[in-house]
């Protein structure tokens, strides 16, 4: 009988585990949901979207501003002018009233975040040049 309450709790884990509470899986994930929220055209998702694959990036510590993301976007792209303005294009979008928030283009903004959110972390090899040698002569 023991096993069949044991039962009951962890399948209870499992559907708490399967709910959505915004948080993802993979980075992989968060990038499609950025990408998305690009090509809806949306600046206030995509805003949120950033928001969510920044803090998967920093191993769940929230991220509540688009200038963190443009700190981390511009990190693995040499050339980072292009990111910063259009992060601060997005910005200027999402609090405007006017025409601009409706003219906002999204896939433009898609193409020029690609290749920095898509991109691989450098190859450290730091670790084996802090190893002390192993035997001391």
């Keep these: 009988a023991w096993w069949r309450e044991r039962q009951k709790w962890s399948g209870r884990g499992q559907e708490m585990a399967k709910k959505d509470d915004g948080k993802f899986e993979s980075e992989r994930k968060a990038i499609q949901v950025v990408k998305a929220a690009c090509l809806e055209q949306s600046a206030e998702k995509t805003r949120a ?24 976007l511009s990190q693995p792209v040499p050339d ?32 020029i975040v690609k290749p920095a959110i898509t991109a691989k ?9 802090e190893l002390p040698p192993l035997y001391l002569h």
């Design 49 to 72: 979207a950033l928001l969510q694959w920044a803090s998967f990036k920093q191993e769940g510590r929230p991220c509540r501003s688009l200038s963190l993301v443009e700190r981390i």
């Design 121 to 129: 972390p450098p190859k450290s090899h730091k670790h084996a040049k």
């Design 80 to 111: 980072h002018a292009a990111i910063s303005a259009a992060i601060w294009n997005l910005d200027r979008t999402l609090y405007t009233t006017s025409v601009e928030q409706q003219t906002w283009d999204g896939r433009q903004f898609w193409e």
